[in-house]
């Protein structure tokens, strides 16, 4: 069946680097991309972007532009999520999921970014 | 790129029907046929209900249907149960590699 599993929740100070990381199984890695999807404390799900896992390709959404890093391993079958110069606005569950005929069919169980002085 | 518009809160009762619009533009509901909503329960992973506008995966109730009329895509959730009490995205390509979901609307069983 497929799964993906994220990586333990992390606690962060200002300025400083997350990066989350997703395992997938049960299904062939390089024939769907990851998306990345987070939601702030009361707020909505945000997309951030998309990866590629056969070619490496990329799609950031604007706001993060410049921020956020999007990679993967595919000897390991796993995907990474890397947003740099954090700040307390970040603080968020962060999701990745299976992308798939523009929808996001299975997703991880998501992972706490805490960012705090 | 602007989320799109959804009603914050729909309520009804046990049996009835609802329905959740969710209003984009020219630029991504309008033109592209890759509309697709989930169902998030707090503390939970977001679950795909509906995608390409109007197709059900396997092993989602036939009581969840969509639809779509210019630039806006609709939800409805025939037969309201209790379980179905939760908050609801809707999710389109916008173009240029980019998404966008919808500003998320919070559905009560009254």
């Known amino acids: 069946q497929v799964q993906l599993v994220q990586s333990g929740a992390e606690v962060k100070k200002p300025g400083a680097s997350v990066k989350v990381s997703c395992k997938a199984s049960g299904y062939t890695f390089t024939n769907n991309d990851i998306n990345w999807v987070r939601q702030a404390t009361g707020q909505g799900l945000e997309w951030m972007g998309w990866?590629?896992?056969?070619?490496?390709?990329?799609g950031y959404a604007q706001k993060f532009q410049g921020r956020v890093s999007m990679t993967r391993n595919k000897s390991i079958t796993t995907a990474y999520m890397e947003l740099s110069s954090l700040r307390s606005e970040d603080t968020a569950v962060y999701y990745c999921a299976r992308g798939n005929d523009g929808s996001s069919d299975y997703w991880g169980q998501g992972t706490l970014v805490t960012v705090s002085s | 790129q602007s989320a799109l518009t959804q009603p914050a809160s729909v309520s009804g009762s046990p049996g009835q029907s609802i329905t959740i619009s969710c209003t984009g533009t020219?630029?991504?509901?309008?033109?592209?046929?890759?509309v697709s909503w989930y169902q998030h329960h707090p503390g939970k992973a977001p679950k795909l209900m509906i995608y390409?506008?109007?197709k059900r995966p396997s092993g989602v109730s036939n009581r969840f249907s969509g639809s779509k009329s210019g630039n806006t895509a609709s939800l409805t959730i025939s037969e309201l149960q209790a379980e179905d009490e939760a908050d609801y995205y809707c999710?389109?390509?916008?173009?240029?590699?980019?998404?966008?979901f919808g500003t998320g609307t919070k559905v009560t069983v009254l």
């Open positions: 020219a630029s991504d509901v309008a033109i592209y046929n890759l």
């Open positions: 990866m590629n896992p056969k070619s490496g390709n990329t």
């Open positions: 390409q506008f109007i």
């Open positions: 999710y389109s390509y916008a173009g240029g590699d980019l998404f966008v």
